[in-house]
């Protein structure tokens, strides 16, 4: 238990790389699919160049890896140094592996695997819950990714915010969602669908846009009740998630682009499902 409070991070990346696990051998077993998701549940890359291309995946490592030099200042001679004396790291490629490890320890990469694998648990099998990949995480600014194998949708993406001050960020991912609804939604460049009963790799657009909160106290009990297994304290937090989810999809409906509805009135479904499911009488 000591462990866990004070390496919060192995503990979720150990949660995160079992849910990958068992859900890349079920893809193989039931859709011939191999190696679709990461440790980390974010896309295994490697499986999109037939779709993609080769050149056009390049760009876009290109576009990721020069964001995260520009991120991390790793072309920076006084930050290599210390990267060096810290960790033993050479070379940009060494420094930017070791900033990536280290943004997962910090409140808002715990937040981002700890709501993953708070979804991927809750939802169970009816739904598909990832992480994207970096690309359009960076480039279309969402984290995860949920999909409806029941009805085939997408539900929708996601994008995290640890509020850990006056609620400002949260209001301001409320104010991109809006926009984004406006717009249409997102597009994806790494997705996933169910296509003729199939999950396959695909390009997606139109996708609606919500965000996930959650204060600094509430991701504390979050990553205690997976820890610790507490399902008082997952359903608590799962349950908040779920009420601004509702929130959101209600002021979507509103404001949103006349493109977007179809996708808004799959999510109400999938949602209300969601909803049943996390009933307390019922096991999620």
Do not use: C
Request: proline share 2%.
């Amino acid at each position: 238990m000591g462990e866990r409070k004070k390496n919060p991070a192995e503990m979720l990346r150990k949660k995160l790389a079992n849910q990958s696990r068992d859900k890349n051998e079920e893809f193989r077993n039931k859709y011939g699919l191999e190696g679709l998701l990461k440790k980390d549940v974010t896309p295994d890359l490697d499986g999109y160049k037939e779709l993609l291309g080769e050149e056009k995946m390049r760009e876009d490592a290109d576009f990721v890896r020069e964001l995260e030099v520009e991120f991390s200042s790793a072309d920076n001679p006084n930050v290599q140094a210390f990267y060096l004396d810290e960790y033993g790291a050479k070379t940009e490629d060494d420094i930017l592996a070791k900033w990536r490890e280290n943004k997962l320890n910090e409140k808002s990469g715990q937040m981002e695997m700890a709501i993953t694998a708070l979804l991927a648990e809750k939802l169970g099998e009816s739904f598909l819950v990832i992480r994207t990949a970096p690309y359009d995480d960076y480039k279309n600014g969402v984290d995860n990714l949920i999909l409806d194998r029941i009805t085939g949708e997408v539900v929708g993406a996601f994008d995290e915010v640890h509020e850990g001050g006056d609620g400002r960020l949260t209001k301001d991912k409320e104010a991109k969602i809006l926009e984004l609804g406006k717009r249409g939604g997102t597009r994806i460049r790494y997705g996933m669908k169910m296509e003729n009963g199939k999950l396959i790799r695909a390009k997606l657009e139109g996708v609606p846009v919500f965000y996930l909160g959650l204060g600094s106290s509430e991701l504390l009990e979050l990553v205690d009740g997976l820890g610790n297994n507490d399902e008082a304290k997952k359903n608590k937090i799962f349950n908040k998630l779920l009420a601004s989810l509702k929130s959101q999809h209600a002021l979507l409906q509103k404001d949103a682009a006349l493109g977007l509805s179809s996708q808004l009135d799959s999510f109400g479904q999938s949602l209300a499902r969601i909803s049943n499911s996390a009933r307390p009488e019922n096991s999620i």
